[in-house]
């Protein structure tokens, strides 16, 4: 079946150190997304990326860094700059405008990331 | 992107139909209405959009005002697992889907 993987589905980082988020996608989107969501709160998107090679930084890209050199994968590496990283991440794609002009997103299970 | 409101919360009970408000008064009339939810600790889920005219799928019917300005998404039986976060989302395409508070259904035997 099609769909978006994410993993680890926990991590636990201590203060100080990087971590990478993976995600992948078999659905042959051209689009992908990362989001972060806060407890109690909607999602706020961090990065995206319409192409391979190419990402703009989305409301809260500070101290989060992406990259797309695969159509499958959108790894998120949250560094140390990020002040308050602990947080539910969602991925995302979606295919494009399909013929009703509309943009689906599928999502990802998530990963819950817990500094210590 | 036009801005979305939606109460915070509702009940309703187990078989019955759940209809929940969105209002989306600036609306262009390109953007699209989407409907998402978001189950606890899970990737939200896509329920259904629309841009003019009424929709219906397996999930959910979408009902949307002669005016664009708001819409009803309309779970006609609902079951205790469509508890979740019911996001309703406004924009041209779909790209950067802003997602606000939403409204957290409970639905309750």
């Known amino acids: 079946d099609g769909g978006i993987t994410q993993s680890p589905k926990y991590l636990f980082r201590k203060e100080g150190q990087n971590v990478t988020l993976s995600c992948e996608q078999n659905?042959?989107?051209?689009?992908m997304y990362w989001y972060r969501q806060d407890p109690g709160q909607g999602l706020r998107l961090i990065y995206y990326?319409?192409?391979?090679?190419?990402?703009q930084k989305g409301d809260i890209a500070e101290g989060y860094s992406v990259s797309r050199e695969k159509k499958e994968s959108f790894p998120l590496t949250v560094t140390s700059a990020q002040k308050n990283p602990t947080a539910f991440y969602l991925c995302?794609?979606?295919?494009?405008?399909?013929?009703?002009?509309?943009?689906?997103?599928?999502f990802g299970a998530g990963s819950r990331l817990t500094v210590l | 992107d036009a801005k979305t409101t939606q109460p915070p919360s509702m009940d309703c009970a187990e078989g019955r139909a759940a209809n929940l408000p969105c209002n989306h008064s600036?609306?262009?009339?390109?953007?699209?209405v989407y409907w998402y939810r978001q189950i606890h600790s899970q990737g939200p889920q896509y329920i259904i959009h629309g841009l003019k005219n009424n929709e219906t799928n397996e999930m959910a019917s979408l009902i949307i005002t002669e005016d664009r300005k708001s819409s009803t998404l309309i779970l006609p039986h609902a079951t205790l697992r469509d508890t979740a976060v019911y996001y309703c989302i406004v924009r041209v395409g779909g790209n950067k889907l802003v997602f606000g508070a939403g409204t957290i259904l409970r639905v309750k035997s």
């Open positions: 600036t609306i262009s009339g390109n953007e699209y």
């Open positions: 659905l042959n989107h051209d689009a």
């Open positions: 995302a794609s979606s295919g494009g405008q399909g013929t009703s002009g509309a943009n689906v997103l599928t």
């Open positions: 990326s319409q192409i391979v090679n190419d990402f």
